[in-house]
C-alpha cells in the first residue's frame, strides 16, 4: 500500500496502488493526504495532477476526497485530476 508523488519542478504527479483485500479501509485515501502534504509543505510542489482509468471509480473517490478537480480534457480512456496549492487546506 502506496501513494508514490514524482515531481517535475512545481508540477507533481501522483499515483497510488493497493491491493484488493486492503480496500475500503480509507488507507488510499490517507496515504493520498500525506503525500499531498508532503509535496505542498516539503517540496516544492505548486500543483498535483493524476491519470485515471475510467472504470475505476473508487481511486476516482479517493481523488475527490483529497480537494482533486476532475480536468477538462483527459487521454482517451482516462481522466485527469489536479489540485493546486493555493486551493488546498492543510490537514492539521
Known amino acids: 500500500n ?3 508523488v514524482s515531481t517535475s519542478r ?3 504527479s501522483v499515483g497510488f496502488l493497493i491491493s484488493p483485500e486492503w480496500t475500503s479501509r480509507g488507507l488510499s485515501t490517507e496515504a493520498l493526504k500525506r503525500a499531498v ?3 505542498f509543505n516539503e517540496g516544492q510542489g505548486e500543483t498535483i ?3 485515471v482509468l475510467i472504470e475505476n ?3 476516482m473517490t479517493v481523488l475527490k476526497k483529497n480537494g482533486f478537480l476532475e480536468m477538462k480534457k ?3 480512456g482516462t481522466k485527469r485530476f ?3 496549492k493555493w486551493n488546498h ?3 492539521q
Open 2 to 4: 502506496r501513494a508514490v
Open 10 to 12: 512545481s508540477d507533481y
Open 37 to 39: 502534504d508532503f509535496a
Open 49 to 51: 495532477t493524476a491519470t
Open 57 to 59: 471509480k473508487r481511486s
Open 74 to 76: 483527459s487521454p482517451p
Open 82 to 84: 489536479i489540485l493546486a
Open 89 to 91: 487546506e492543510p490537514t
